[in-house]
T-cell receptor, first 112, second 110 residues
Framework: DAGVIQSPRHEVTEMGQEVTLRCKPI?????LFWYRQTMMRGLELLIY????????DSGMPEDRFSAKMPNASFSTLKIQPSEPRDSAVYFC??????????FGSGTQLSVL | EDQVTQSPEALRLQEGESSSLNCSYT??????LFWYRQDPGKGPEFLFT???AGEEKEKERLKATLTKKESFLHITAPKPEDSATYLC???????????FGKGTSLLVTP
């Protein structure tokens, strides 16, 4: 298995633009998580899906952030409009039945 | 609210110099405590899961231990390739996600 696949690896955009981050979880994993990592706050949970259904989005900073999981093999995290304070590394992770989280390589987002 | 505090924030060791990293936690019923390793530019990579006080797990030069309030990651005779950020996370019985500490950045010099 190729593991959790995220794209793009790097995204540089200007304030106000829409940003879409993509994730393909490991096949057979029923749970998917989006995390954000910054130096100041570490890894923060944004949203959690179970069987493609959003269970908890209380970590989503504000309405500018939205996430979807249209099927078991694909999820997106969208920021519209983006702001400089959204600059961070965004990780997607899927969870095996044993409870272990498998992370993707992340998307480094820079909003200028 | 679950809290995870890791110390020190950064640690520099010489090759072969053993040490320990600390993870203090508060959680309303522990389902599991996890240790991850993160290399620059990569996502966290799973190392261990501990479920109950007194449990220990080992992998090569690493050993993780767990008490009711903290976990230690012991590094014996480290090598430069052990340089990374080590993250601790807890999952509560009532929760589904992992709550991470900010990590300890370890540098091992030859």
């Amino acid at each position: 298995d190729a593991g959790v696949i995220q794209s793009p690896r790097h995204e540089v955009t200007e304030m106000g633009q829409e940003v879409t981050l993509r994730c393909k979880p490991i096949s057979g994993h029923n749970s998917l998580f989006w995390y954000r990592q910054t130096m100041m706050r570490g890894l923060e949970l944004l949203i959690y899906f179970n069987n493609n259904v959003p269970i908890d989005d209380s970590g989503m900073p504000e309405d500018r952030f939205s996430a979807k999981m249209p099927n078991a093999s694909f999820s997106t995290l969208k920021i519209q409009p983006s702001e400089p304070r959204d600059s961070a590394v965004y990780f997607c992770a899927s969870r095996s039945e044993s409870g272990r989280l498998f992370f993707g390589s992340g998307t480094q987002l820079s909003v200028l | 609210e679950d809290q995870v505090t890791q110390s020190p924030e950064a640690l520099r060791l010489q090759e072969g110099e053993s040490s320990s990293l600390n993870c203090s936690y508060t959680v309303s019923g522990l389902r599991g405590l996890f240790w991850y390793r993160q290399d620059p530019g990569k996502g966290p990579e799973f190392l261990f899961t501990l479920y109950s006080a007194g449990e220990e797990k080992e992998k090569e030069r690493l050993k993780a231990t767990l008490t009711k309030k903290e976990s230690f990651l012991h590094i014996t005779a480290p090598k430069p390739e052990d340089s990374a950020t080590y993250l601790c996370a807890v999952q509560a019985n009532s929760g589904y996600a992992l709550n991470f500490g900010k990590g300890t950045s370890l540098l091992v010099t030859p």
